[in-house]
């Protein structure tokens, strides 16, 4: 008879470990046992005819044959580890046993370490975060548009939260009493993947345009001559970098479709509103001119 496998997505924040160890307790009481541990996912096989108690510990391991030895030597037996120092383990579960049996930190200094290490970690993520906050800021306030307003709302969710996991790991008590941060972490993954997702749809969907275009005698006066077309899927904030050169002045527009002016005028790097819609470079001059101009 073939062995039915299953694979669980589900995802824990680092200072809620505690309850990944439950999940997998209570999968392995109903025959399900891992076989394979991960960060994002588990990997699991139906063996109703055996139960194992879990713990997992978080180490960088430099000597791995004789990490796996010490374990080894108190009854525990090796799953896997994870890319970034998760090392998943489990005992045969004996009813008789104290539960003590089944807990791998025996003394208070083994665990406040490997808190320790994750407070350092969700700290020092939290401030890298914080940077790229502050930078999406000061971007935000000299050329604000939605991508940045997204990627300003992402670092700032990231760092709050990674301060957040710093905190609740200096007080694990309080974790497993307090339901919320699970609500936090999942609020979390949501607002990343939108984040994401919506950030890199919106920098694709943003027009680009570049044009150039000159003439070095005129016979007549050029009007309304448009000579480039281009389309915005959104409504937003975009920024015109102009160079013009001419001997008399030269009327640089962007029109929309019905042929009004949305912007007259030369200048470097210059906001405009633009709506949804189709949009055209136009120029009247009366003498020989050359311009580059784009948008984006």
Request: charged content about 25%.
């Amino acid at each position: 008879m073939a062995e039915k496998y299953r694979t669980s997505y589900k995802v824990y924040p680092a200072w809620d470990y505690q309850e990944e160890i439950e999940d997998l307790n209570a999968a392995s009481e109903k025959g399900w046992q891992l076989i394979k541990g991960g960060c994002f996912h588990s990997r699991f096989v139906y063996r109703p005819d055996i139960c194992y108690r879990y713990q997992l510990d978080y180490h960088k391991v430099e000597d791995m044959g004789r990490y796996l030895e010490i374990f080894r030597e108190q009854g525990w037996e090796y799953v896997n580890s994870t890319f970034n120092g998760w090392h998943f383990f489990r005992k045969i579960y004996d009813p008789s046993l104290p539960e003590e049996e089944y807990e791998i930190f025996t003394d208070r200094e083994s665990l406040n370490e490997i808190q320790k290490r994750w407070v350092r970690i969700g700290a020092i993520l939290g401030a890298i975060c914080g940077v790229f906050a502050v930078i999406s800021l000061v971007r935000m306030v000299l050329q604000p548009h939605l991508p940045v307003l997204f990627q300003l709302l992402l670092f700032a969710v990231e760092c709050a939260v990674m301060l957040c996991g710093a905190v609740l790991m200096r007080r694990p008590e309080s974790v497993r009493n307090h339901r919320r941060s699970r609500l936090l972490f999942n609020a979390f993954l949501c607002i990343i993947l939108v984040g994401c997702v919506g950030n890199v749809l919106l920098t694709e969907m943003r027009p680009y345009a570049f044009a150039e275009q000159g003439t070095e005698e005129v016979s007549e006066p050029i009007q309304n001559e448009r000579y480039l077309s281009f389309d915005v899927k959104y409504a937003d904030r975009y920024y015109l970098d102009l160079e013009l050169q001419a001997e008399s002045p030269v009327t640089f527009e962007v029109v929309n479709a019905e042929g009004a002016s949305v912007y007259t005028n030369t200048g470097t790097d210059v906001p405009i509103r633009l709506s949804a819609g189709e949009y055209w470079f136009s120029v009247y001059a009366e003498t020989g001119y050359h311009l580059r101009a784009s948008i984006d």
